[in-house]
């Protein structure tokens, strides 16, 4: 696990679901297969209301351009994040486009666990609403041991709640790395 992210965040609000992060008609693509996974990233959030993008400011692209990682690498949400289907492709998509963590109030539970059992992205909570606190395009920093996040434009910084029993797993890179280090699988 690396010991800082930053870089430029994309800001959602409630209720973004699995559907929004990556529609169904994209499911047709295998992620086993390179060429394929980065197509994940080239859709991911493509539906997302405009109401919900950008928020508080209206609706800012998640691709700026037709490509397939995208200029943010954090994404700061509000509550329930990653609702709906138990699509594991969810945080595929994220981690396809270039996402490295989501900062939300909390997460539907299967997004929750495919984030981190898959070792996609780091998914930490936050008491507070920082959604109406951070701008799409505010340059964060986020000290990972620490869980300390800051905005590194407007000199704001935030506790975030501590990963705790799924940090060996994120830092081992998922849920089979975690259990072939530990020996619950052979190497």
Not at 36 to 53: D, H
Request: net charge negative; charged share 20%.
């Amino acid at each position: 696990m690396q010991s800082t992210i930053s870089g430029k965040a994309y800001v959602l609000g409630d209720n973004v679901d699995t559907d929004q992060i990556i529609p169904a008609q994209y499911l047709t693509y295998n992620p086993a297969v390179a060429e394929e996974y980065k197509m994940f990233g080239k859709y991911a959030l493509s539906s997302v209301p405009p109401a919900q993008a950008g928020l508080p400011k209206g609706h800012v692209p998640f691709h700026t351009r037709d490509e397939f990682v995208s200029d943010y690498k954090i994404i700061v949400a509000g509550k329930n994040f990653g609702c709906g289907s138990s699509r594991e492709h969810a945080p595929i998509a994220l981690d396809a486009a270039g996402i490295q963590c989501v900062v939300a109030e909390f997460y539907a539970r299967i997004f929750f666990r495919n984030s981190v059992n898959g070792g996609y992205i780091i998914p930490f909570e936050t008491s507070d609403r920082l959604c109406e606190q951070i701008c799409t395009g505010d340059e964060l920093k986020l000290d990972v041991a620490a869980g300390v996040l800051h905005n590194l434009t407007t000199k704001e910084k935030w506790q975030l709640k501590p990963l705790g029993e799924v940090a060996p797993i994120i830092d081992a890179g998922g849920i089979f790395a975690y259990a072939k280090k530990v020996g619950m699988l052979k190497a």
